[in-house]
């Protein structure tokens, strides 16, 4: 099996606690600000707290209906959360699961970085199109920036 890695990082002024309880409440605020994203996402066992399986339907924007993922991990202490999609058609048939690693790493100024990466589990020695590749980092920069722009004009928020 091949296994494809993607990251990048993303400097935003907000502190790494606000982003990680927004991304906390993923299910709530990610279909409110990336609509064209994220039509729902519902937790269909588990408390949201790692071993929740959770049920996607993304929005129009994307060329993909659902998905299904299970939180591995959410450490409040690391600003970190684990999570791998195992089912849907946004494995492209191309993948047997895809294993997200989205951290949030304090800066010395009080804002963080934003650290997603993605491992792409791909089926035999299947490769990935780097269009692909592009289009998810590309959706996950929108959502981020939807999600900091949303805690700007809600600072009270999280």
Not at 26 to 34: E, L, R
Not at 82 to 109: A, N, R, W
Not at 132 to 155: R, S, Y
Request: charged letters at 20%; aromatic letters at 12%; proline letters at 6%.
């Amino acid at each position: 099996m091949a296994v494809i890695t993607s990251e990048f990082e993303i400097a935003s002024s907000l502190p790494a606690s606000k982003f990680f309880n927004a991304y906390r409440d993923f299910n709530n605020i990610a279909p409110k600000v990336d609509p064209e994203t994220y039509k729902t996402l519902v937790d269909i066992e588990g408390d949201g707290g790692a071993g929740t399986i959770r049920d996607i339907s993304f929005g129009d924007g994307v060329p993909f209906t659902n998905g299904k993922l299970k939180l591995d991990v959410v450490d409040s202490n690391n600003f970190s959360i684990i999570y791998t999609i195992f089912e849907g058609d946004i494995l492209m048939g191309q993948l047997d699961s895809m294993t997200h690693h989205v951290k949030f790493i304090p800066s010395p100024d009080g804002g963080c970085v934003y650290k997603p990466t993605v491992m792409y589990n791909c089926k035999g020695e299947t490769q990935l199109p780097e269009e692909a590749l592009n289009m998810v980092k590309e959706g996950f920069k929108k959502t981020f920036n939807a999600i900091e722009g949303f805690i700007h004009a809600n600072p009270q928020t999280y």
